[in-house]
């Protein structure tokens, strides 16, 4: 069997290195992936935002089935088109793909649906923005309407940051058409949690919860950053929560996309805050999380092609979806400055025996030698029977990588160790 997956980070690598575990998968072909993952997949350089060329090499290449991962080509329609050529895909099309797409569309959304979220105001005025952040309560959250690689969202502790972030979203178009609307919404406290679920539009399977670490350095300090880290499960997420979860808000999204025409089928991923009058959606994405993922997939017992043809199928029902007791961490290993500006083509060396531990997010060759390609080069992880023996694996597993500038956190889990005492 050919199988065709959209992406190159290490979000795509967990997924590669799941769906191999298949017998019936014969070549793994990934558009572009990374050199860090050419033992594990066929890479072919092209960018994940030509759909076109990315349907004619699946047509050309005989591809039985197609994943498609990250969230630009979803919201572009890429499944759209793969299953227009006659490809069966994982992943939503870009009517429910707007989910994620558009903040503006997600609110609405769970407003009209009555589904837990933070109280907003949407605005297409800079200077309506800016009069609405003068008396509005604070600290607030102000986002951009579209996608933006993950940092279209500024937590504005004071009234001139948020006047800072809507001039630099709406006016300075820091990103671009996607800033053209924007959501300010209230502050919410509490642990968040990362749910991650398959869904056909019949039925919402969970995965294993998360929590990720946003910020750069030790002590949740620092700048965003696309994730250093992630454990899973979630201590903070109990059976009660998610029983509530269940009721209150997975079900209801996805009858809620359904009853506008816009079944999902694929992975719904949904980040929650555990407020003290109960869970509340913060975002939803469209697509499995990174670096959630990595932590997710090492803990699944069934087989992850299976699932996801039962998606494409809309017989989710029918299948097992089995996760470990265990637990698992992520140690993120970046390039010093990320994510700031930091050095590419560092030699970088993975030792033999925790190459089945690492995903590769950011790699290249260069003369023929593996070197470092990005901000996030590395997901070091590691499953165990429990949390703690499950951190101190993964930080083993960082002592077997090496490259000059090498960053990471040191205190991955530690807010979940201690939720634990």
């Keep these: 069997m050919k199988i065709l997956v959209v992406g190159g980070g290490g979000r795509e690598h967990a997924i590669i290195k799941k769906l191999n575990e298949n017998p019936a998968v014969d070549v793994i072909y990934a558009v572009p992936g990374n050199a860090g993952m050419a033992e594990d997949a066929e890479c072919v350089k092209i960018s994940v935002s030509d759909l076109d ?36 895909s994982f992943g939503p099309r870009a009517n429910a793909a707007i989910i994620e797409g558009s903040k503006v569309f997600s609110k609405n959304l769970m407003k009209k ?7 907003y105001e949407v605005f297409t005025s800079a ?27 500024v937590i504005a502790e004071t009234r001139e940051d948020a006047q800072a972030a809507i001039v630099s979203i709406m006016e300075d178009k820091k990103f ?10 209230e502050f919410l406290t509490g642990p968040e949690v990362s749910v991650l679920s398959f869904t056909d539009g019949k039925v919402v399977v969970p995965m294993v919860s998360s929590m990720d670490h946003k910020r750069a350095l030790d002590g949740d300090k620092g700048l965003n950053t ?44 949904f980040g929650l805050m555990l407020c003290a009058d109960g869970p509340k959606v913060i975002e939803y994405n469209c ?19 299976t699932i996801m043809q039962a998606v494409t199928d809309e017989r989710l029902a029918d299948v097992e979806v089995e996760f470990s007791d265990g637990a698992a961490c992520c140690v993120v290993v970046a390039s010093d400055g990320y994510p700031g500006s930091y050095e590419k083509g560092r030699p970088l060396v993975i030792e033999d ?19 470092t390609n990005g901000g996030r080069v590395l997901g070091c992880t590691a499953t165990a029977e429990d949390l703690p ?28 160790l201690k939720a634990l005492e």
């Design 113 to 119: 649906y009555g589904i837990p979220t933070a109280a």
């Design 176 to 185: 671009g058409a996607s800033g053209d609307s924007i959501v300010i919404e």
């Design 389 to 416: 023996s499950a951190i101190k694996a993964a930080y083993e597993v960082v002592e077997k990588v090496h490259f000059d500038n090498a960053y990471f956190r040191h205190d991955i889990g530690a807010k979940a």
């Design 226 to 269: 696309g994730g250093m880290g992630t454990i899973a499960p979630n201590p903070y997420y109990t059976p009660e929560i998610a029983e509530r979860c269940m009721k209150e808000i997975f079900l209801p999204t996805m009858h809620a996309m359904n009853k506008e025409g816009r079944t999902f089928k694929g992975c719904l991923y």
């Design 53 to 88: 060329a990315i349907v004619d090499f699946a047509k050309s290449h005989f591809v039985d089935y197609a994943v498609v991962a990250p969230d630009n080509p979803l919201v572009d329609g890429c499944v759209d088109k793969l299953e227009e050529a006659g490809i069966p």
């Design 353 to 371: 025996e925790v190459k089945d531990k690492v995903f590769v997010a950011g790699a290249a060759f260069k003369d023929g030698v593996l070197v």
């Design 127 to 153: 200077a309506d923005a800016l009069e609405y952040v003068k008396t509005c309560p604070i600290p607030t959250v102000v986002k951009a309407d579209g996608l933006a690689l993950g940092k279209g969202v």
């Design 287 to 305: 697509r499995f999380g990174d670096p959630e993922t990595q932590v997710v997939l090492p803990l699944l017992k069934s087989d992850l092609l």
